[in-house]
């Protein structure tokens, strides 16, 4: 396995609904424990509360913990509250924007998450979008076409496979989390059908075990090169990091 994993999808805080409690450091131990380098991540705050005081946490307590990348987030009923716009996180320093459409339960169907998605395209801020259900990867693919923006996205199962390899081949804009890929050879069919330059990992911890999607990747029959580029290169590219 790369030994610099990039893992885009983890959340640090509290969860009342759940029984998730896990501090940035906490977070960070996991994910190395895990062979995990660096990690995309965002408080729960932002979800449960307050998303401009969420964001504020979110960078505050990656600032001084470089293995954390923060993530922004809105809600798409917030979208005119210019404070906490687009460009003002992209100004802040924010790379990388998550819809939470799943934890906080709107649909990706608004005409204000359009609005967010081409914002998010005007300043080139990918976005991290959860797949709700069998018809999300072709709305938010659309939504990558209409709008200029890049979106990765998450939340699938083997029941998606098809579908997302049907729609990467139409929709160059969409990035798709591996770790979802479930099927036995889910990652390998991608890379031959797609390639591995549209893949990356995500573990979505601490809602889920890291274990699993590692294995996913780790038992892949492809190359090397691919495995690298699945783990952190590409995200690396949208990142410019």
Partial sequence: MPNDILDVKTLFGSWPK??????????????????????ITLSTAAALYDERSGNEETWAQCESRPELIPACTLHPSNYLASEQSVAALAERGFRVFRFLNRLEGYSLGLYCVRQLMHDLA????PCIVDAGSLDDPHRIARLTADTGATAVITGLGYTFEAEVIALAKDYPRTYFDAGRLTSPDGIALFCREVGAHRLVFGSDYPADDIL???LLLEHAEISEAERARIASGNMEELLSL
């Fill in 18 to 39: 759940r029984p998730l409690d896990i501090s940035p450091d906490e977070l960070v131990a996991s994910l190395r424990s895990h062979g995990i380098g660096r990690a």
């Fill in 212 to 214: 699993p999607s590692l």
């Fill in 122 to 125: 005007e300043v080139g801020m």
